[in-house]
């Protein structure tokens, strides 16, 4: 899941001090006085709602320093955004409205239930509930659906979504997309059927057992063909959920009103309690922090937690109104096998032992805001995980480097005197510099030097994205992250691990993995409808992308929140990498 966070200031080490501090002393009956009305208390929201209430009105006022990449479901891919369109979107089965890792249960949303599943996991067949509507009151039919689902195929206009669904239903690339589609409806494509308007049918070529999850994605929301306006959508998106655009202006504001015609008993899923949504966009994420700690707004739009600053503020003063949730996301290293010397497994190796795992996880905030040592490649939300699993030994003493095997490897690898590379950082990501500096100095102490590159984080597809300019600028290690777009190691790793992703541009393979054993144990998988056989796969997945010293993993990632005084029905969900479920919050 790409969930782009922005710049934050530096500092992050001698911060991760400071909150080790307040914690500590927060701990022992310090520091968690509250001067911003009824908190909660400190992790209310984890793993129960904070605030129970049904009461209806007010203002839900989220701040943010990024827009989002777009507003268009088809298009949208920050994590933030997915979570925020379920305001004006829905989609046959979402995720239900429960607290921590309960919240990536699937339950009906326009369809009646979950799928009728025949023909050997191949056939998912829906019914959609009575009184879906669109804000000008007409019926969400099938063919909406379907037409939602083809624009997947429009790469041409509407590029940077994901294409799940396109690539499992169509994976021979045969259908031309809805812009293109000569059948006078322009709903061509074979794989879905619309029997009538409360009927929808998906025959796919393969059963894959993750098929249900992707419809549960922003990118296969109903759109209406008469309300289409292509690339431009993403300025008003027709609505079909409890609220609709009123205002929007890039990069500042962006106001939703109720949607009159919305109506309750079809939706189990969305609370819709506030008359009004509001999103404030503003370029200092130190000011944002000031903002959310005075009370001006509600919720971090972006979900990158707390500045270091902020969060030194908002431990010592506002305890009550922190969480620090699990995000599913992994920050790691990693290494591109066509820059010499990482085509030599050894001299990747050597890059996993010499570097310094506690002081890389310190310039990440530490164990709260940065989250634990990572010990391998498998996020512990997704089925299949073991964070106990440790092939490199990167917790053993505290994290230290161990230089006596990265010596050995630097041996093995022909490079005994240690070698010279770049590490790729990107520039409005402070704690990737922080990160990258903290790997530099602990590299060097084996002989291997290492430079630090910081390139345009706006210009992520052409540069790291694009195998030909990281081998001309010699990127031998990229700094970067990722979470599940769903909670499955095919929604974590298949982009980063599978060599149909290896992209010419736009790549997230970045360790450029080839290997047909990865690829069949991920075909594997998809074939699979055993939940525990799938857990297993993923375990073997995940073991050879270990076994390959392809990645170096910093930290299972965490952070601390805001959450105001004046919101009710908080609670942080598996579901959005550990985010506020925005469609349950109410206010005062």
């Avoid at 509507?133 to 206009?157: C, L, M, N």
């Avoid at 239903?169 to 409806?185: N, T």
């Avoid at 057992?209 to 431009?232: G, N, W």
């Avoid at 360790?511 to 993923?538: G, H, R, T, V, Y």
Wanted: net charge positive.
């Amino acid at each position: 899941m790409r969930f782009l966070g922005t710049s934050r200031r530096r500092s992050a080490a001698a911060s991760a001090l400071v909150v080790g501090a307040l914690l500590t002393t927060a701990a022992c009956g310090g520091g968690n006085s509250d001067t911003n009305g009824d908190a909660a208390g400190y992790n209310a929201a984890i793993s129960k709602v904070a605030n129970e209430s049904d009461k209806k009105g007010g203002t839900l006022k989220f701040i943010g320093v990024q827009d989002a990449d777009s507003w268009d479901p088809t298009r949208g891919y920050y994590g933030f955004a997915w979570n925020f369109m379920r305001f004006y979107t829905r989609q046959l089965v979402t995720y239900a409205p429960e607290p921590g890792k309960a919240g990536n249960e699937l339950v009906g949303d326009l369809a009646k239930s979950k799928a009728k599943i025949s023909n050997d996991g191949k056939t998912y067949t829906y019914e959609l509930k009575d009184d879906v509507t669109w804000q000008d009151g007409k019926p969400v039919t099938s063919k909406d659906i379907k037409y939602g689902i083809e624009r997947q195929w429009a790469q041409d206009v509407l590029s940077g979504g994901p294409v799940y669904l396109k690539n499992v239903l169509d994976p021979d690339d045969e259908y031309e997309g809805p812009y293109k589609d000569k059948s006078k409806d322009k709903l061509g494509l074979d794989a879905i059927k619309t029997p009538d308007d409360k009927t929808i049918v998906f025959n796919l070529p393969k059963a894959n057992s993750d098929f249900e999850s992707m419809l549960a994605m922003a990118a296969a929301s109903p759109v209406r063909q008469d309300k289409d306006t292509k690339s431009k959508y993403t300025l008003k998106p027709f609505s079909n959920g409890p609220y609709k655009f009123k205002d929007y202006s890039p990069n500042k504001k962006l106001v939703l009103v109720r949607n009159d015609e919305w109506k309750r008993s079809s939706d189990k899923v969305r609370a819709a309690l506030p008359d009004k949504v509001t999103v404030t966009l503003i370029t200092n994420p130190d000011e944002l922090d000031k903002r959310l700690i005075n009370g001006d707004y509600d919720v971090d739009l972006n979900a990158t937690g707390l500045s270091p600053a902020g969060r030194a503020a908002a431990l010592k003063q506002h305890k009550g109104n922190v969480d620090n949730p699990e995000t599913g996301f992994i920050r790691y290293g990693v290494f591109p096998q066509s820059v010499k010397p990482f085509d030599n497994i050894h001299c990747r190796k050597a890059v996993i032992y010499g570097s310094d795992h506690k002081s890389i996880q310190t310039a990440r905030g530490g164990p709260k805001a940065g989250g634990d040592i990572g010990t391998n490649m498998l996020p512990p939300v997704v089925p299949g995980s073991d964070p106990s699993w440790d092939p490199y030994g990167l917790r053993s003493n505290d994290g230290a480097a161990n230089k006596k095997k990265a010596k050995e490897e630097l041996k093995k690898c022909g490079k005994p005197n240690g070698f010279t590379t770049t590490i790729a950082v990107r520039n409005n990501k402070d704690v990737e510099v922080d990160s990258a500096e903290a790997m530099q100095a602990s590299l060097k102490k084996v002989g291997i030097k290492a430079k630090i590159d910081e390139y345009d984080g706006a210009q992520i597809a052409g540069i790291v994205g694009n195998p030909d300019v990281v081998k001309k600028k010699n990127y031998g290690i990229i700094i970067m992250g990722w979470g599940p777009d769903f909670n499955s190691a095919q929604g974590y790793g298949k982009p980063l691990w599978h060599s149909d992703y290896i992209l010419d541009n736009g790549n997230n393979n970045f360790a450029e993995i080839d290997d047909p054993k990865i690829d069949d144990a991920f075909a594997k998988f998809q074939s699979e409808l055993d939940e525990k056989k799938k857990a297993k796969i993923a375990g073997e997945l995940n073991k050879m992308v270990m076994e390959g010293a392809y990645y170096l993993p910093f930290t299972f990632e965490k952070m601390l929140t805001w959450r105001s005084s004046r919101l009710t029905n908080v609670y942080s969900t598996a579901a959005y990498s550990g985010q506020y479920d925005y469609v349950s919050l109410g206010v005062k």
